[in-house]
């Protein structure tokens, strides 16, 4: 009978459910965050099919044509931009207040800025760079050389 009364007032063994419980709370919260983000992620996603879908290859100024959906996909994913509206606009104030010269130092600014390793943002310079590399294809135009 002592024996009983004694393991009954024992503790020790309570801290393996404590674990038991909080790591099952843990998971729990981390399929909750999943489950409301991917319906966010998936909405964007729709978004962006959507407006690649509806986006034609046009005309721009200076002569040349590019490929509006791979500015989108250039200039949307990691550049910041809150729309692909917003990166179009942007593309289009480039290609019409920038000369051909103001292209090609840009492009050559955002080149240095990729391949130096110190830089503190590697994934703008990335974005920028083919943003420009665009407007260079769309003008006609060849990147300096000698980077």
């Known amino acids: 009978m002592d024996t009983v009364r004694v393991f009954l007032s024992e503790e020790d063994g309570a801290i393996t459910a404590d674990w038991v419980v909080m790591s099952s709370a843990v998971v729990g919260l981390g399929l909750a965050v999943t489950a409301v983000v991917s319906g966010g992620a998936e909405d964007l996603s729709?978004?962006?099919?959507?407006?690649?879908?509806?986006?034609?290859?046009?005309?721009?100024?200076?002569?040349?044509?590019?490929?509006r959906r791979a500015l989108i996909l250039a200039m949307t994913f990691g550049a910041g931009y809150p729309s692909a509206e917003a990166a179009l606009d942007h593309f289009d104030?480039?290609?019409?207040?920038?000369?051909?010269?103001?292209?090609?130092?840009?492009?050559?600014?955002?080149?240095?800025?990729?391949?130096?390793?110190?830089?503190?943002?590697?994934?703008?310079?990335?974005?920028?760079?083919?943003?420009?590399?665009?407007?260079?294809?769309?003008?006609?135009?060849?990147?300096?050389?000698?980077?």
């Open 46 to 67: 729709g978004d962006l099919q959507t407006a690649l879908a509806q986006t034609d290859i046009a005309g721009v100024p200076g002569g040349g044509e590019v490929d």
């Open 93 to 147: 104030r480039i290609m019409e207040t920038l000369t051909d010269a103001q292209i090609r130092n840009r492009h050559r600014s955002w080149s240095r800025a990729l391949a130096d390793p110190t830089h503190p943002n590697h994934a703008r310079a990335a974005d920028r760079l083919a943003v420009f590399a665009l407007a260079l294809e769309a003008r006609g135009l060849e990147p300096h050389g000698g980077y």
